[in-house]
């Protein structure tokens, strides 16, 4: 039910912009990452209407989740990147209004897409 794509290669400082197709409306939607090693680690998420956001605070000025409804599609525009921010970004869903950190609160997950950033 979720497609994300957007992934790929990036020198430090560089931006790139992930999406995930939703199959349904009135989803909030949440993106994730999982570095090599590391836990899944909360990214950004959004409510159904895109008024209400919530960034994990180490995102917030350089990534902006934003979505359109009319494309069923949210994004996430992630900017001056660092190696850091290297891992698998997953979108993930749920019907409940919940835009929170908590992974098992969502129902529905996108297959991940590789970001890497080089140094």
């Known amino acids: 039910q979720l497609q994300a794509s957007g992934g790929g290669l990036v020198q430090a400082g560089g931006s790139l912009r992930l999406s995930c197709a939703a199959s349904?409306?009135?989803?909030?939607m949440g993106w994730f990452r999982q570095a090599p090693g590391k836990e899944r680690e909360f990214v950004a998420a959004?409510?159904?209407?895109?008024?209400?956001?919530y960034y994990a605070d180490s995102m917030k000025g350089r990534f902006a989740i934003s979505r359109d409804n009319a494309k069923n599609t949210v994004y996430l525009q992630m900017n001056t990147l660092k190696p850091e921010d290297t891992a698998v970004y997953y979108c993930?869903?749920?019907?409940?209004?919940?835009?929170?950190?908590?992974?098992?609160?969502?129902?529905?997950w996108g297959q991940g897409t590789l970001v890497t950033v080089s140094s």
């Open positions: 993930a869903a749920n019907a409940r209004e919940y835009i929170g950190t908590v992974y098992s609160r969502y129902d529905y």
């Open positions: 959004i409510g159904w209407s895109g008024v209400r956001t």
């Open positions: 349904r409306q009135r989803y909030s």
